[in-house]
Structure formats: structure tokens, C-alpha cells
């Protein structure tokens, strides 16, 4: 037999403490925002100590719940072992992890330079490698944790329309390291999903070349729509909580159908 209230224990985050990366806009801020209504304690990372990371954190505490914020960049691994001092110092320990933060940019493979292949890389997969292993390290002193990497449905099939091979090798990259990391840290009691998200409605899809493209986007979905934001919280307090205990390597489509077709 279980507990009557099983199923609210199962998906609760209530004292777990949790780092959200890119938590200053778009699916890293609306995920901060979720793992608060579950309980959890967060510590909030973005580039730029205002704005964004402002809101989230202010909403967050206004609210009654617990955040603080810390600002740096994840292609510098010491502003994420900085920020680990800093979480362990005011929180304790570290339990759940979101690496949210990510740039996107189109242009054709025969006409992009090295330097716009490269920062989309550094952002989006070696800064996904410095989070996750600073991240392991504070979870390793207090038993283990649950990381989640936000990677796309782009890291699975190649955008109609969107000449953008830097970024979709990212992100396919992000579900491979998501999936060699489950299995190292296995061992260790860190389990390591991703979320794929399908086209969401954020900052990143207002950028300059996807203006006209909203219209697309939707056709192209099954479900005829985009994601709003508040869409990705579930998945990610189903991954980060004890629901998804035996869930390790896993990469979470929300796509809206998306990659059925
Ligand atoms: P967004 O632009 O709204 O938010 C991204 C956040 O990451 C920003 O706050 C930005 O400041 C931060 N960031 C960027 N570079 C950083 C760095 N070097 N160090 C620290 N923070 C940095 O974008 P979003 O749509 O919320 O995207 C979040 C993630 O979801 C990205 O990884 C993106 O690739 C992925 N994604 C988005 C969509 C979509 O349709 N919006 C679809 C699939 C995947």
C-alpha cells in the first residue's frame, strides 16, 4: 500500500534546493518561477544581475519563497564554481539543477565563420558541461541530485527553413552528453535528463530572422501552436522530483508533436 497523498509527494521539491541556469528569461526563468510553487529554494544564474534575474528572484521572495542570484557566464567554469560557493554557503547543499541558458542564431554553413559556430558551441555545449560538473561536485557532498539540461527538438531533426547547423549540432551534442553523464554519475546518485522543447514562445524566437516565422512554426506543429513558456515547468518538476527516480538519460520531447512528422 502507499500513502494517501503519494502522488503530491512524489512531484513535491519542498526543502530540495535548486540551480536554474538562464534563469533571467524565457524557459530558464519560467522553470526558476515552477520549482518555487513546488518548494524548492532557488538559486538563480544569468548573465547580467538586472533586469530578468531581478524579476525572477523579487518574484520568487515576494512570494514567499527562497532565491538569491547570482550573476556570470557559463563558458567561464569559475563564475559556476563561484556561484556553487555561493549556493553552499547560503543554502547548503544542492539537490536539482536546470542548465537552461542558450543563444540561438541562423546563418547558411558555407557562409558562417568560425566565431559564430564557435560561441553558439561554448554557449550551449561547453557551458552545459561546466554547469553540469560544477554543478555534480555539490551534489556529490550530500548524496547525489537530479540534473536536467534543456537541449531542442533540434538536437533530434534539422528546422524547415532555418539554416542553423552550429546550433542544432549543440544541442544533438547536449542529449549525447546528457546520456554519457547519466551513465558515469549513475554510480554517484545523479541522474541527468534533458528536455527537447519544440518551438516556445520567448525572447530567443523574437530575435530579428524569426520575426516572419511564428506563422511557420505553427503550421509546421501538429498541435498548431507554439509552447507557452509555462508549458516546460511540468516536465521539469516531473524530471527533477522523486516521480522520475528511475528516469536517467532520458531526453523529454515537448514539442507539440513536432517531431512525429
Ligand atoms: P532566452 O533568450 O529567453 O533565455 C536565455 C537566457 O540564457 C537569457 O537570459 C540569457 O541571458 C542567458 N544566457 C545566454 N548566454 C549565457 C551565458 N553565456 N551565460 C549565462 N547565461 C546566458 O531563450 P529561451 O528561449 O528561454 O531558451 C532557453 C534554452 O531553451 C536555450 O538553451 C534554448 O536553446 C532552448 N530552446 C529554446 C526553444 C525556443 O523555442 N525558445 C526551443 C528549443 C530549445
Excluded at 40 to 49: N, P
Excluded at 217 to 227: G, H, L
Amino acid at each position: 500500500m502507499i500513502p494517501i497523498d503519494f502522488a503530491s509527494r512524489l512531484f513535491s521539491l519542498k526543502d530540495r534546493v535548486a540551480f536554474v541556469t538562464g534563469a533571467g528569461s524565457g524557459i530558464g526563468q519560467m522553470i526558476a518561477l515552477g520549482m518555487a510553487t513546488a518548494g524548492a529554494k532557488v538559486v538563480c544564474f544569468d548573465l547580467r544581475d538586472d533586469g530578468g534575474l531581478t524579476d525572477t528572484v523579487k518574484f520568487i521572495n515576494e512570494n514567499g519563497g527562497h532565491a538569491f542570484s547570482v550573476a556570470g557566464d557559463v563558458r567561464n567554469a569559475s563564475d559556476l564554481k563561484k556561484a556553487m560557493h555561493r549556493t553552499e554557503s547560503e543554502f547548503g547543499r544542492l539537490d536539482l539543477a536546470v542548465n537552461a541558458a542558450g543563444i540561438a542564431n541562423a546563418n547558411p554553413a558555407l557562409e558562417m565563420e568560425l566565431e559564430q559556430w564557435q560561441k553558439v558551441i561554448d554557449i550551449n555545449l561547453t557551458g552545459i558541461w561546466h554547469s553540469c560538473k560544477a554543478e555534480a561536485e555539490l551534489m556529490l557532498k550530500n548524496n547525489g541530485g537530479s540534473i536536467i539540461n534543456i537541449a531542442s527538438m533540434s538536437g533530434s531533426i534539422v528546422n524547415r527553413g532555418l539554416d542553423q547547423a552550429h546550433y542544432n549540432c549543440s544541442k544533438a551534442a547536449v542529449i549525447n552528453l546528457t546520456k554519457s553523464l547519466a551513465v558515469e554519475w549513475s554510480k554517484n546518485n545523479i541522474r541527468v535528463n534533458s528536455i527537447s522543447p519544440g518551438y516556445t514562445a520567448t525572447p530567443m524566437n523574437t530575435r530579428p530572422e524569426m520575426v516572419h516565422q511564428t506563422k511557420e512554426f505553427e503550421s509546421q506543429t501538429p498541435m498548431k501552436r507554439m509552447a507557452d513558456v509555462k508549458e516546460m515547468v511540468g516536465p521539469a518538476i516531473f524530471l527533477a522530483s522523486d516521480a522520475a527516480s528511475f528516469c536517467t538519460g532520458h531526453d523529454l520531447i515537448v514539442d507539440g508533436g513536432f517531431v512525429c512528422w
